[in-house]
């Protein structure tokens, strides 16, 4: 599993720049990055964005079968998934899927806050920064979980930081 290329999860409530750090840690390398969000983006108009909450499990599942024939065709590239993953339920789907590949999984758990774009209301982005659970790295590396590191991120100079020595270590071979 040394060899193969990463998986990388990126974490954390509307407004914490997951979309930023994803783009930050891809660089110019090929990595893809995928968002469930990007089910709700207009294929035309790429500025238009219409979420519907009654479709949210639809762009969930859709951007796992992404994850995974983005695995499957392309096992040299490194994947990088960034949603929300407020509860630790929610990250299962994708494990799964980097065992399935045998991809090291690395987390990054965003605590910063900014404007988020989607216009989640501010009531509803608080709920979700306080619910945002701790990682249960241990919990899952006992269930066979190929989890290879985790960090929590604090600050936006952490943030850069993490992405240009995460970047250094797995996209500049």
């Known amino acids: 599993m040394a060899d193969a290329a990463p998986f990388i999860i990126v974490r954390g409530a509307p407004g914490a720049g997951k979309s930023t750090f994803a783009d930050r840690l891809r660089g110019t390398s090929n990595a893809f990055i995928f968002e469930a969000d990007n089910f709700f983006v207009d294929l035309v108009n790429r500025h238009d964005y219409h979420f519907n909450a009654s479709l949210l499990g639809i762009a ?27 509860h630790n339920w929610e990250i299962k789907p994708y494990l799964e899927i980097a065992k399935m590949f045998k991809r090291p ?45 985790h960090c929590n991120v604090y600050t936006d100079e952490e943030a850069t930081k993490m992405a240009q020595v995460t970047h250094i270590k797995f996209f500049e071979k």
Not at 60 to 86: K, M
Not at 111 to 131: C, F, I, Y
């Open 105 to 149: 999984v690395f987390v990054f758990t965003l605590h910063t806050e900014h404007d988020n774009v989607h216009q989640v209301p501010g009531e509803k982005v608080a709920k979700m920064r306080l619910g945002l659970q701790n990682f249960d790295m241990d919990g899952f590396v006992k269930k066979g979980y190929p989890i290879a590191y």
């Open 60 to 86: 969930h599942s859709w951007n796992q079968g992404e994850v995974i024939r983005a695995c499957r065709d392309c096992p040299e590239v490194p994947v990088i998934v960034a949603n929300t993953f407020v």
